[in-house]
C-alpha cells in the first residue's frame, strides 16, 4: 500500500508537458477551480492532489491571479509555490537606440507577452507626449510581466528618457548654446543617425554646432531619410534633398523641429559636450569612421578621396 501511495504522488506531482507554455489565474479564481482547470488541460494528471497539497500546506484562499510559465522541469509543488507566491512570468523587450517611435510601436504589439488595445496616438494622448513622438523614449531592455499592456512600456521608457534628459542637461557643458533640452535632444538624434562611432559623436556635434552658430545648414542626411519616411529609396538622391518639409536640413537652416530618432547614452553625451574643434564639414569612410575638415576645399578632396572612388 506505501508503495502504491509513493507511486502515485510522484505520479500526481509530475507536470505534463513538453514544451514550455503559460497559463493564466484569472482574478478571484480560487485553488479549486484553477487545479481542475490544469487537469481538464493536461497540465497536471490529478486535481486532487494539487488540492490536497494546498491544504496541507495552509496554501489554499493565497494563490495569486496572473500569468505563470509551466515547464517540463517543474512540479506541482513548484508549480502551487509559484502561484502562491505571485512568481508571474517575465520577459525582457529591447527597444533599440537609433529607432522611431513606429518602430517601437510595432514591435511591442506584436510582442505575444504583452496587451495592446490601444492606437499609437491613444497611447501618445495618455502619455501626454506632444507631437513629434520620436525621441523622448529611452532605449533600453526592459523586464515586464506577462500580460502587461504596450501602454506601460512605453510609460516606463518615456519616464526614463525624462529622467535621462534632465540629468544630462544639468550637466551640459557650460558653453553649450543650445536653448534648452529639447534642442539637445533634437541633436542627439542626429548624431545618432550619423554614426555608431563612439569616439566620433563629440567631434560630429561640434560640427553641427559649429554651423548652427555661422548660420550655416546642417545638410544631414539622416533627417532627409526621415522625412521621406516609406517613400525613401537607397541611396538618396538628389531630387531629395529638395523635397519640401521642416526636417530637410538641406532646404532649412537650424535644427529640425524634433528628433528623428531615439537615442542612446553616448549620442546624448555627445551633444551636451560637443568636441570643441574647428572642423565645419565630414564624410563617412569605407571603414565607417569620417573625416573631417575645415574648409570646403578640404571636404571636397575627402569625398573625392573616400565617396567617388568606392
Known amino acids: 500500500m506505501a508503495i502504491f501511495l509513493l507511486f502515485w504522488i510522484y505520479w500526481a506531482n509530475d507536470i505534463k508537458v513538453n514544451n514550455s507554455s503559460v497559463y493564466q489565474i484569472p482574478q478571484g479564481a480560487s485553488l479549486y477551480s484553477t487545479a481542475n482547470n490544469l487537469e481538464y488541460l493536461g497540465y497536471i494528471n490529478s486535481s486532487i492532489f494539487m488540492r490536497l497539497l ?77 507631437h513629434p513622438y520620436d525621441g523622448y523614449f529611452w532605449p533600453d531592455t526592459y523586464q515586464i510581466n ?100 521642416p526636417y530637410n536640413t538641406y532646404r532649412n537652416k537650424g535644427l529640425p523641429p524634433g528628433p528623428i530618432s531615439s537615442v542612446g547614452a553616448d549620442s546624448l553625451y555627445a551633444a551636451m559636450h560637443p568636441h570643441m574643434g574647428s572642423a565645419l564639414y565630414f564624410v563617412a569612410k569605407k571603414d565607417g569612421t569620417h573625416a573631417f575638415a575645415n574648409t570646403y576645399q578640404q571636404h571636397k578632396d575627402n569625398i573625392n578621396k573616400y565617396l567617388k572612388n568606392q
Open 54 to 130: 494546498a491544504k496541507s500546506l495552509n496554501l489554499e484562499s493565497k494563490i495569486k491571479s496572473g500569468y505563470y510559465d509551466i515547464n517540463a522541469d517543474m512540479s506541482v509543488i513548484n508549480l502551487l509555490n509559484h502561484f502562491t507566491s505571485a512568481k508571474v512570468a517575465t520577459r525582457s523587450i529591447t527597444l533599440i537606440e537609433g529607432n522611431t517611435i513606429d518602430d517601437y510601436y510595432q514591435k511591442l504589439v506584436n510582442m505575444k507577452a504583452l496587451k495592446s488595445s490601444k492606437t499609437l496616438t491613444e497611447i501618445m494622448i495618455e502619455i501626454k507626449q506632444n
Open 146 to 245: 506577462y500580460g502587461s499592456s504596450v501602454l506601460s512600456v512605453f510609460k516606463r521608457a518615456h519616464q526614463m528618457m525624462r529622467q535621462k534628459l534632465e540629468l544630462a542637461w544639468r550637466n551640459r557643458a557650460h558653453t553649450l548654446p543650445l536653448k534648452n533640452a529639447e534642442q539637445a535632444l533634437v541633436l542627439a538624434s542626429l548624431i545618432e543617425k550619423e554614426t555608431a562611432n563612439a569616439q566620433e559623436k563629440s567631434k560630429i556635434a561640434g560640427v553641427f554646432i559649429r554651423r548652427l552658430q555661422k548660420g550655416m545648414r546642417l545638410q544631414t542626411d539622416p533627417s532627409v531619410v526621415y522625412a521621406l519616411g516609406e517613400h525613401y529609396q537607397a541611396p538618396l538622391k538628389k531630387r531629395d534633398l529638395e523635397f519640401d518639409t
